[in-house]
């Protein structure tokens, strides 16, 4: 704790007085830190916080609330601390609001994002492509495949050559977050206090739409609220198997009945 001190103070130029750990997830650590003069801070070590922090300004300019980066430097990240609580709670009417103006904020490029990313070991490759169904085919399902069983990744392979026929091939291009579940998002009563933790993406909105539905049920009023696309229900199967593949990656066959269950909805 005390070499994390020291960086956040070379950092800063200002003197620690406590540091507490947060844990963390499986790309980084994060830890909060309360400074001399009182001020509170979270900092956060990983190898890509300089990507995350790219990202975080991305989503505070399209004026989503989020952690403000105080300093980033040889991997490690200095934010603001924001209040709230993990969890959407009540406040899935903030929510909607905050997503429908993020969407809809301009970002230049094609589908994609300007630097690879990545979820603990599971690389989460951003090479731009001007079809929408060439990028989640190729960067969002297609590089599983040499980590997934045969059976499992010929299901996959199934899906992508069809792709076009469940997904728009120039959707948006919408400003994403993209990796929206619950634990991503601050609230305290019925507001949205930051979103955290982004893996952003130019893509369709619906990503965002369907990794909300993996853990939590929303209300039809925030689906009401968003205003999608006829046929967004059919898509979300297909978007929601990114996070289950990563999970499965990542901590094994406990996911791959959610997955064979997404595959058999559309059909694979």
Known sequence: MRKLAQRVEELLGQPVRSVEGLGGGDISEVFAILLERGDRVVAKLGPLVDVEAEMLRAIAAA???????????????????????????????????????????????????????????????????????????????????????????????????????????????????????GGNVLSEGSEITALIDPACCRGHREVDVAMLTLFDRPPERFFHALELEQGWEGRLPIY?????????????????????????????
């Open 240 to 268: 929601r198997l990114f996070p289950l593949l990563v999970h499965y990656r990542l901590f094994g066959e406990g996911y791959r009945p959610g997955i064979e269950a997404e595959l058999a909805q559309v059909g694979c």
């Open 63 to 181: 004026g989503t609330p989020a952690p403000p980066v105080v300093a980033c430097a040889d991997g490690l990240m200095v934010m603001g601390h924001c209040r709230g609580r993990s969890g959407i709670g009540v406040a899935w009417d903030s929510l909607a609001e905050i997503l429908t103006r993020q969407w809809s904020h301009q970002t230049s490029g094609d589908y994609g994002w300007d630097a690879d990313y990545a979820f603990g070991s599971v690389t989460l490759p951003n090479s731009p492509s001007e079809s929408w169904t060439r990028f989640w085919g190729g960067n969002r399902l297609g590089c599983h495949l040499p980590h997934l069983p045969d059976n499992l990744a010929g299901r996959i392979e199934a899906l992508i050559a069809r792709l076009g026929d469940h997904l728009p091939d120039r959707p948006g291009p919408d400003f994403l977050h993209g990796d929206l579940w």
